[in-house]
């Protein structure tokens, strides 16, 4: 079992920034991919990035690369999400997830724990 905290959300003009951090207890965080979804209002749950067991390599849906950046600390058990020049678009609840998958996946169902999420409001 592994529970999962999400931090870090809040209420932000057009063109700021967040850090969302996911805290990780139970099993070992390292044994598992990490990834960020959101849903925002009146919408589907969509993935927005993912990253390996090492944190070596990431993906992301295409309309926020180059504005985020998901990165992990094993030390620490925890995985972030640094959003820059965030848009009205990325306003969502955003939710952290842990997979027992060998390979990035994009996929909701591939992940295996969830956190209760963590609200971020992208104001025009």
């Known amino acids: 079992q592994v529970q999962l905290v999400e931090s870090g959300g809040g209420l932000v003009q057009s063109g700021g920034s967040l850090r969302l951090s996911c805290a990780a207890s139970g099993r070992v965080f390292s044994g598992y991919v990490m990834g960020w979804f959101r849903q925002g209002p009146g919408k589907e749950r969509e993935f927005v990035s993912a990253?390996?067991?090492?944190?070596?390599?990431?993906n992301y849906v295409g309309s926020v690369k180059g504005r985020f950046t998901i990165s992990r600390d094993n030390a620490k058990n925890t995985v972030y999400l640094q959003m820059n020049s965030l848009e009205p678009e990325d306003t969502g609840a955003y939710y952290c997830?842990?997979?027992?998958?060998?390979?990035?996946?994009?996929?909701?169902?591939?992940?295996?724990?969830w956190g209760q999420g963590t609200q971020v409001t992208v104001s025009s």
């Open positions: 997830a842990a997979s027992r998958a060998l390979v990035l996946t994009t996929t909701s169902t591939a992940y295996d724990y």
């Open positions: 990253i390996t067991r090492s944190g070596v390599n990431t």
